[in-house]
Every structure is written in C-alpha cells, then in structure tokens.
C-alpha cells in the first residue's frame, strides 16, 4: 500500500459539513438548512493531511438513506480502485453511521475505510468535525488499517463497526464511548490496540436488494401482535429486541415461535445496549451482542443472496460478526 497515492474522501453530507447560525451554536444547525462544501470543511487543515482527493456522494440525511441507497453506497466502495489510492474515508451524519459502517464492514472493500462523522458542526467552537475528519484521512492511510478493512474513527478512537453505536445525541464522545477502541489516534499516529475481525460476507456478491427484516421491541404487556404483523406483511425474518439479555414477554415468545414454525426466520436480540443475549432455543437463532439494528442488516443481506443460507450458516455469520 503506496502512502504517495491520495486518501479519497466520500461525502454524505451531515453535522461534520453543516453551517451553524453562530460559533455558538452546538444543537440548531441543522434549522439553517445549509451546508458547506467538502472542499470548504477540508481547506483549514490541507497541508496537515497530504493528497486527498474528494467525491460527494449525496446530501440526503443520514436517517433517511432508503435500502437502495445503502447498497448504491457497498457497490461504490466495492468499485473503488486499490491502484487509484490508498485508502478511503467516508463521512456522513451521526444518525446513520452505526448502520452505514456495520453493512460496508459485513460486505467488505478493495481498500481500507475510515467512516467517521461529527456531533458539532464544524462552524461552532470546540467542534469535532476537523479533528475527526484528519484523524480519518490518517487511519486511512495507515499501513496498520489494510487487515481491518471497514472502521470507525471518533474523538481520537479506532473503533469496530459491529461494536460501535452511538450512545449520546449530542456528546462527542457518543461513539468512543460506545465500545472498547481497536485503536487510538495521537499526533496523527495510529496506535492499534486489538487485531482485525473481518467482516463475515466480505467474499459474498452484494446484492440487488435487502431482503425485508422487521424489529420488534418488547414492552411489558407486549401481546405479540407486532410479531404477527411483521409476518403478515412478508417479513423474511423477526429480530425480536427483547428486554434484559433478550426476553420478550410469553405472548410475544408465542408469536415468535409460531412464526418460525412458519418459516420466517426469527432471531432473539435485546434492547439492552451492552451485554449479550441469553441461550435461546428451538428454531430462535441468537443475536450474541449484535444491536437489533445490526442484527437486521446482516440477516436483510445473508437472506438477499441467490441461495440463502439455512439456520445454522445463519448463526455462525452472528456469532462471526458478535466476536
């Protein structure tokens, strides 16, 4: 990997690229409606990060990419060419990064990739966009990064994609804070701290669609009802988000079982957000410590494929992805 060649930066838009009323302001930005160009968030801090080269992507919030957007964006990275550069960063809004990240990880890239966001705009004082988008351009041009292949860089952290979330709306430690660093940026120097985990369909063909997977939160007195109507609308499969370390109420078990009987894939997740997910049993495969939302993605791409794979293959790609 040729440190000469430019980091090429993709643009999503989000906090890390949007105008604030005053350097005061931390939390009504996105009420101005504008932005700022990538090349106008990179000019201050040009000379410090060598050759970057700058693609803008889109600017729809993150909270609103649709199913085809995300996959518009796995085919682009699967596109970009090791020979044109030596790594990518990818930047986009703190809403849709947990996700975003996790699905470019699952299913791989040609070149390494920093995803990162803000939680400030870079028009307010004491902002993270700058130092998290050098920190980005860095770790992607690392030599260290190229065994990860897919990670998120925040507040001066190396992160993993499967563990990350973000875990404050406004903090800029939201996703530091989140999960135990794969590694740590200092004076533009990556240290790395924990070995690689790629992601489990790395080799896999990224596919036409995602396959629909609903999530259903358990709540006391959940009556399993949300359960039936995932099926009844062709649901492929139901991650229960059950409560503690993944118990749902027994009406809702009821439904879930019954849905498997069906052939709906069913896999119990929690919506505690650290820990794992107790043994389950039966046809009810185990979430370990996915998120539901992660949990959702792997299952929407594992069952997209020309041949899905059976419950067994599915439970070794969530126990792959949850080490």
Not at 76 to 96: E, K
Not at 118 to 144: F, K
Not at 193 to 203: I, K, N, T, V, Y
Not at 285 to 313: M, N, V, Y
Request: aromatic fraction near 4%.
């Amino acid at each position: 990997m040729s440190t000469d060649l430019p980091v090429h930066w993709l643009s999503l838009g989000g906090t890390l690229q949007a105008q604030g009323h005053d350097p005061l302001d931390v939390d009504r930005y996105w009420r101005t409606g504008r932005s700022l160009a990538p090349e106008e968030v990179l000019a201050p801090v040009r000379s410090l990060v060598g050759p970057v080269t700058v693609e803008a992507v889109t600017t729809r919030p993150s909270h609103d990419l649709t199913p085809d957007d995300l996959l518009a964006l796995v085919r682009r990275l699967r596109a970009l060419d090791p020979a044109a550069m030596t790594g990518a960063v990818l930047t986009l809004g703190s809403n849709g990064l947990e996700e975003v990240a996790f699905l470019a990880w699952l299913l791989g890239a040609p070149v390494p990739i920093a995803v990162t966001a803000s939680m400030r705009p870079p028009t307010a004082i004491g902002s993270d966009a700058l130092p998290n988008l050098v920190d980005a351009v860095t770790v992607a041009r690392s030599a260290g990064v190229r065994e990860h292949g897919v990670v998120v860089v925040s507040d001066g952290a190396v992160l993993h994609p499967a563990e990350t979330m973000k875990s404050h709306s406004s903090r800029v430690d939201s996703f530091r804070s989140s999960a135990t660093p794969l590694g740590e940026v200092h004076a533009r120097t990556p240290r790395w701290l924990r070995p690689a985990r790629p992601g489990p369909l790395r080799d896999a063909p990224v596919p036409a669609t995602l396959a629909p997977v609903e999530i259903v939160t358990t709540y006391l007195g959940a009556d399993g009802a949300a359960v039936r109507s995932a099926v009844e609308r062709g649901a492929r499969a139901v991650v229960s988000a059950g409560t503690g370390a993944g118990f749902p109420t027994s009406a809702e078990r009821q439904a879930l079982e019954d849905a498997a009987a069906a052939g709906v894939v069913v896999c119990q997740a929690q919506r505690t957000p650290y820990g794992s997910v107790a043994a389950t049993a039966g046809a009810l495969l185990c979430a370990r410590e996915l998120t539901p939302q992660k949990t959702r993605l792997l299952l929407s791409a594992a069952l997209a494929a020309e041949q899905p794979p059976g419950a067994e293959a599915l439970q070794r790609l969530l126990d792959d992805a949850s080490r």
